[in-house]
């Protein structure tokens, strides 16, 4: 059985509002007719999945919503969602609404992160902005003073410097 494909790659959204599956990709919706774009709620990308994989994920969290919410919950998804063909280069539209969403612009570069069963289409500019905020963030963390690394320095100095405020 071959692989389910991972990892990342870069596109770009046309003049005419289509992306094109990266050839990477294209393994992963091989045998599937009807592919489903989705606007995951509080999120700055689209998903790309076959619409068995995104009729799984439906199911699985209507399964969680209470009763008198799932109306709303329906009608939240399936109103965020487009069923989408891929032409013959394997490239589909993505409508404006969604790039607005998403924040994509005509001619601008895409970013595809692909996860097995459905691929996360970013606009490239901003997962670049998240992945710097992401290294500052990590970057913050990585000063904090680590208290067996702090242990070890302590040791280290002299008697009469040990216990002194940190510098």
Not at 55 to 64: K, L, M, T
Not at 92 to 111: D, Q, T, V
């Amino acid at each position: 059985m071959p692989r389910a494909p991972r990892g990342h790659a870069e596109g770009t959204l046309d003049a005419k509002g289509r992306a094109a599956v990266p050839t990477k990709f294209r393994p992963m919706f091989e045998g599937h007719d009807n592919l489903v774009l989705w606007e995951p709620q509080h999120q700055p990308y689209l998903l790309l999945t076959s619409d068995e994989y995104f009729d799984e994920i439906v199911e699985r969290e209507f399964a969680n919503v209470e009763k008198t919410d799932r109306a709303d919950f329906i009608r939240e998804v399936y109103s965020h969602m487009d069923d989408i063909e891929l032409d013959n280069a394997s490239r589909f539209i993505i409508h404006e609404k969604h790039n607005e969403k998403a924040g994509f612009r005509r001619s601008e570069k895409l970013f595809f992160i692909a996860n097995k069963v459905y691929i996360e289409i970013w606009a490239l500019e901003t997962w670049k902005t998240r992945q710097a905020a992401k290294r500052r963030e990590h970057a913050l963390l990585d000063y904090t003073p680590d208290p067996v690394s702090r242990g070890i320095e302590q040791a280290a100095l002299p008697p009469q410097e040990q216990d002194k405020p940190h510098e």
